[in-house]
């Protein structure tokens, strides 16, 4: 059975810092991507990392903010987060596919999903 757990959410003032975890359990997985989701909002794909390439992509909005990355040892992806603003409060999400075909951004391309950890950014 496949588990994604995630963990680092919390508050914080804009400017600051978080970084997201999230252990995969159960799957060997080609990509990692993380999503996001405020209320009313629809779910935005915002950064995606392929485990053996290591080749990372980002959304517009979090380019040059955001950095993902991976321990392959401990099948564990992260997302560090930085120069937050308040329109990044959401809830975080990781979704995990064993196949790299397809658009990464796409949440119908994934059927594993983390629980997901809420981000509140204050200004």
């Known amino acids: 059975q496949v588990h994604l757990v995630e963990s680092g959410g919390g508050s914080v003032q804009a400017g600051g810092s978080l970084r997201l975890s999230c252990t995969a359990s159960?799957?060997?997985?080609?990509?990692m991507t993380w999503f996001r989701q405020a209320p009313g909002k629809e779910r935005e794909g915002v950064a995606t990392?392929?485990?053996?390439?290591?080749?990372?992509a980002y959304s517009d909005s979090v380019r040059g903010r955001f950095i993902i990355s991976q321990d392959i040892s401990t099948n564990t992806v992260y997302l560090t987060m930085n120069s937050l603003k308040p329109e990044d409060t959401a809830l975080y999400y990781c979704?995990?596919?064993?196949?790299?075909?397809?658009?990464?951004?796409?949440?119908?391309?994934?059927?594993?999903w983390g629980q997901g950890t809420q981000v509140t950014v204050s200004s």
């Open positions: 979704a995990a596919s064993v196949s790299i075909m397809g658009a990464a951004f796409s949440p119908e391309g994934y059927s594993n």
């Open positions: 159960g799957i060997v997985f080609g990509r």
């Open positions: 990392i392929y485990r053996t390439s290591a080749i990372t």
